[in-house]
Nanobody, 121 residues
Framework: QVQLVESGGGLLQPGGSLSLSCAAS????????MGWYRQAPGKQRDLFAL???????TYSISVKGRFTISRDNAKNTVSLQMNSLKPEDTAVYYC???????????????WGQGTQVTVSS
């Protein structure tokens, strides 16, 4: 089975910077994409940063220019550098992996446990 373990997160003031990391373990045949979602209280979980194979990145309008996603294919890790953080960035952040474990298994989504990011003065 695949496990995604996130690190980072915390409380910081508006305008600050923070990095999140996510490491995937387990046997993975093929990774189609890794990305970051976030879920604010009372809202749905939304995708805001994605890196596909090969390394093509896309961002939501709300984070473009402030956040940077990067991936280490050798280590199966994905990182997120967040700059110029705003109170509206406050949410639980989830790492996601879309891939296939074996040639005879379907493509599936795997999730990290989530990490809280709070931006407040």
């Amino acid at each position: 089975q695949v496990q995604l373990v996130e690190s980072g997160g915390g409380l910081l003031q508006p305008g600050g910077s923070l990095s999140l990391s996510c490491a995937a373990s387990g046997r993975i045949l093929m990774i189609n994409a890794m990305g970051w979602y976030r879920q604010a209280p009372g809202k749905q979980r939304d995708l805001f940063a994605l890196v596909t194979t090969p390394d093509i990145t896309t961002y939501s309008i709300s984070v473009k220019g402030r956040f940077t996603i990067s991936r280490d294919n050798a280590k199966n890790t994905v990182s997120l550098q967040m700059n110029s953080l705003k109170p509206e960035d406050t949410a639980v952040y989830y790492c996601n992996l879309e891939g296939r474990l074996a040639s005879n298994t379907p493509q599936s989504d795997y999730w990290g446990q989530g990490t809280q990011v709070t931006v407040s003065s």
